[in-house]
T-cell receptor, first 114, second 119 residues
Framework: ETGVTQTPRHLVMGMTNKKSLKCEQHLGHNAMYWYKQSAKKPLELMFVYNFKEQTENNSVPSRFSPECPNSSHLFLHLHTLQPEDSALYLC?????????????FGPGTRLTVT | AQSVAQPEDQVNVAEGNPLTVKCTYSVSGNPYLFWYVQYPNRGLQFLLKYITGDNLVKGSYGFEAEFNKSQTSFHLKKPSALVSDSALYFCAVRADLLMFSGGYNKLIFGAGTRLAVHP
């Protein structure tokens, strides 16, 4: 739909598991974002990559590890998560500083930590 | 400080009636403003934006928004609500480039307003 895909759409993992979330954008954008959306809390910006370089890390715990191998792909590696990490994880992309300005979002991965 | 406020957690409207979802912002310089909609278990979907020009901006699905500089507001409106408009709506403003120089379009989101349209 929006040119940003995320897999998997749903993920259930135990606290000792290691898993990865994948995001791919087909819009030719240069900036990619990870957001966390928890129930009844504002949208939280976690990480930003601009031209494959991490430009923002908003005090995210080290159990979340992002990776951006190129401008089209973004990963979020998860390990030893806590139940409070259960949330909808959204990936977004946008053009660099000049351009159409808006961000385009993927459908999200619903993560449940048991 | 840069911020976006959506003063209403929820807005209830009868189908066919006009709807307004409120948003106010605080940012230095000229504001770049956005509205997004989120349906259940989906990502945020871009609706419309104000960058410059006419204060009334038209977007997807019959929505429009009115930019009011003196009131620092960017309210989302629709003349006749549909039950299918029921969703979570987010207002956003681009971070002031004078205060943020990351080289990308960082958006500051409001907390969201849940719109419920009743038959």
């Amino acid at each position: 739909e929006t040119g940003v895909t995320q897999t998997p759409r749903h993920l259930v993992m135990g606290m000792t598991n290691k898993k990865s979330l994948k995001c791919e954008q087909h819009l030719g954008h240069n900036a990619m974002y990870w957001y966390k959306q928890s129930a009844k809390k504002p949208l939280e910006l976690m990480f930003v990559y601009n031209f494959k370089e991490q430009t923002e890390n908003n005090s995210v715990p080290s159990r979340f590890s992002p990776e951006c191998p190129n401008s089209s792909h973004l990963f979020l590696h998860l390990h030893t998560l806590q139940p409070e990490d259960s949330a909808l994880y959204l990936c977004a992309s946008s053009q660099a500083l000049r351009g159409s300005y808006e961000q385009y979002f993927g459908p999200g991965t619903r993560l449940t930590v048991t | 400080a840069q911020s976006v406020a959506q003063p209403e957690d929820q807005v209830n409207v009868a189908e066919g009636n006009p709807l307004t979802v409120k948003c106010t912002y605080s940012v230095s310089g000229n504001p770049y403003l956005f509205w997004y909609v989120q349906y259940p278990n989906r990502g945020l979907q871009f609706l419309l934006k104000y960058i410059t020009g006419d204060n009334l901006v038209k977007g997807s699905y019959g929505f429009e928004a009115e930019f009011n500089k003196s009131q620092t507001s960017f309210h989302l409106k629709k003349p006749s609500a549909l039950v299918s408009d029921s969703a979570l709506y987010f207002c956003a403003v681009r971070a002031d480039l004078l205060m943020f120089s990351g080289g990308y379009n960082k958006l500051i989101f409001g907390a969201g307003t849940r719109l419920a349209v009743h038959p």
